[in-house]
DNA sequence: CAGGATCCTATCCGATACTG
DNA sequence: CAGTATCGGATAGGATCCTG
């Protein structure tokens, strides 16, 4: 997709339908940006992880988030779950290859904004709800 | 929250703090994966748009979220808002340097999704065997 | 340790109505 | 055209308890 544009003035096209339709991107899209999902991914991409430790990595998460948002990623193939049955039980998180593609840019769009508000001095500025 | 106290430049070794702090970037984050952030970004990047190409751009969109999504993109400098006081009026907005930065990876993030959905075969059409 | 089940609240978001 | 204000249903998400 070169560019995003979708106002063909004809509408005789339909290149871009995934914002005219439910396409099954913006599902996949919504997970990825979910709330928590952006984090578990970018956490993965250095390495593996077990569960109590995705959950200290992502402080503020909660189990039960973090169970679900787990739970979502394995279904889209974005993260493998691997069980060792010991004593206590042991379950590894991973990145799949795709989950790897993805957490390339995301983990670009997270630097690319820790930088600017970096040079911005991270200054608050007016937020939603705020001021 | 957001006391925003946390920017004390101490280790700056740890590179991901914005997972344990109250990292401003989190809230920034938040706003650009929002369910229609996304997408508001994407479709600026082609072109300026004003308000009702933006709601007929993405499809789905209430105006009360398009106003609203719009506004913390707005507040968050990633686009600019242009008001025309003709009859009737024109509002135009657009993406800032900020936000055309951001949009790079944004639309690389949807650009592997959908390549991937396609490799799967999940689009709609000729059906290839999946089993 | 890993995570399911439950309860409950906060918020998201669409629909509607109204303004300039 | 480009919004704002309000209401109410749907959902996300936190806290707690419980299991293997």
């Known amino acids: 997709m070169a560019d995003g544009s979708q106002l063909t003035p004809t509408g005789t096209d339909a290149r871009y339908d995934v914002f005219h339709t439910d396409c ?3 599902d996949m899209v919504d997970h990825v940006t979910s709330r928590w999902g952006i984090w578990v ?4 991409r250095s390495n593996d992880l077990r569960f109590f430790e995705l959950r200290e990595s992502i402080q503020g998460i909660s189990e039960k988030m973090l169970s679900q948002t787990l739970r979502a990623l394995v279904a889209d193939r974005l993260v493998w779950r691997k069980v060792e ?3 206590p039980p ?7 290859d795709f989950g790897r593609n993805l ?3 995301l ?3 997270f630097d690319r904004i ?7 001095g991270v200054r608050p500025g007016p937020r939603r ?3």
Not at 41 to 44: K, T
Not at 90 to 96: A, I, P
């Open 85 to 87: 049955p010991t004593t």
């Open 103 to 105: 957490g390339e840019p």
């Open 129 to 131: 709800g705020t001021g």
């Open 107 to 109: 983990q670009e769009l």
């Open 114 to 120: 820790t930088r600017q508000l970096s040079l911005d």
């Open 41 to 44: 991914l970018i956490s993965l």
């Open 90 to 96: 042991q379950v590894t998180y991973g990145l799949t």
């Open 24 to 26: 099954p991107a913006r």
